[in-house]
């Protein structure tokens, strides 16, 4: 549309000008098959965006068309406002140097050579090419930033999505899987442990809302993690105990999510793989920052090596500055440490 206007707002100076009809007419001529060899040749390779070699071809159409009309007219000169932008769109930046320096000089050239008055003076042509070329650098600058701004925000994107579908999965494992896991473990143990089963199926039915909802874990909902902590232990489906040593200080939400998950699956690992007949769960306070013990008097980690659970430990403490020790010493110990 630019270029339609520029175009034809040279057409109608050249035609309205006080030079001989004849030399109007063929100027205007010329600069109608300009148009015309811009929209059925030039504008295909702004579509395409390739910058190759037929933009010296439409930029050589381009400028003998131009040389007549200026050669019959010298109002035609206005039509470089179209012309010089249409190079800068169809050529890389230096390549389009030379087709814009021929173009705008044309005025000049045809003065020096046959004799004419120029209507170009030179000092404004060469302003027209330094203006020109440095506007053209500008908005290539820009262009490439904003190419490398997308490439950026596809890529976090992509790292976001990965990111949540881990935390999804760590979520569903701390949840979901083992809180069906500790169903069955209950009702293998046949009736006694059926009403602790349903209290557990309940629970996690509570989770899988939480998490639809993106809120915080169910058991966190409306309580102290103390008191999360202490049901988690009650929960399980062999003798336990859970103390806190220390004054208790608040901690952020995500620093409790973690400690909660952190338990959860270290109480899930005892019930599944450890072989033990009691788990011990001991929360400290101290200046440093708190602790959480889980210990029990199974068989120990001996040299197997770390599951996806462990490894999801460890990554959500990482997430809040904190350490995940084992130990096999008389049992199993999961020692976690988040510092304040």
Do not use: C
Request: glycine share 8%; net charge negative.
């Amino acid at each position: 549309m630019l270029f339609a206007i520029t175009q034809a707002a040279a057409l109608v100076i050249v035609l309205i000008e006080g030079s001989p009809l004849s030399g109007r007419l063929s100027a205007a001529g010329l600069l109608v098959l300009n148009m015309i060899w811009f929209w059925t040749y030039g504008r295909r390779l702004i579509e395409e965006d390739q910058d190759d070699w037929r933009g010296f071809v439409h930029a050589a159409g381009s400028l003998a068309l131009f040389a007549g009309a200026v050669w019959f007219s010298g109002s035609a000169t206005f039509a470089l406002f179209a012309l010089v932008s249409q190079v800068y769109l169809m050529l890389p930046l230096w390549w389009a140097l030379v087709p814009v320096v021929l173009l705008v000089m044309t005025p000049e050239i045809l003065a020096s050579v046959f004799g004419l008055r120029p209507t170009l003076p030179l000092v404004a042509a060469l302003l027209i090419i330094g203006f020109s070329q440095g506007f053209a650098w500008a908005i290539t600058r820009i262009t490439h930033q904003n190419k490398q701004r997308g490439v950026l925000l596809d890529r976090i994107e992509a790292l976001t999505i990965e990111a949540e579908r881990a935390r999804w999965s760590a979520e569903i494992h701390d949840t979901l899987a083992q809180g069906f896991t500790s169903i069955i473990t209950l009702l293998q143990g046949a009736e006694p442990n059926v009403e602790l089963a349903l209290r557990t199926a309940r629970e996690n039915l509570r989770e899988a809302r939480a998490l639809v909802a993106s809120n915080a874990p169910s058991p966190l909902d409306g309580s102290t993690l103390e008191d999360a902590l202490r049901r988690l232990v009650s929960g399980v489906s062999l003798p336990s105990s859970f103390r806190v040593i220390g004054d208790a200080v608040p901690l952020a939400t995500s620093v409790e999510v973690v400690l909660l998950r952190t338990v959860q699956e270290a109480l899930t690992n005892v019930a599944r793989h450890s072989g033990a007949s009691r788990v011990d769960v001991v929360m400290r306070f101290d200046e440093d920052g708190v602790s959480l013990e889980v210990h029990d008097d199974g068989r120990g980690f001996g040299d197997a090596p770390e599951g996806f659970g462990l490894r999801g430990m460890r990554a959500r403490l990482e997430q809040v500055g904190g350490t995940l020790s084992l130990s096999s010493d008389e049992g199993a110990s999961v020692l976690v440490e988040v510092p304040l």
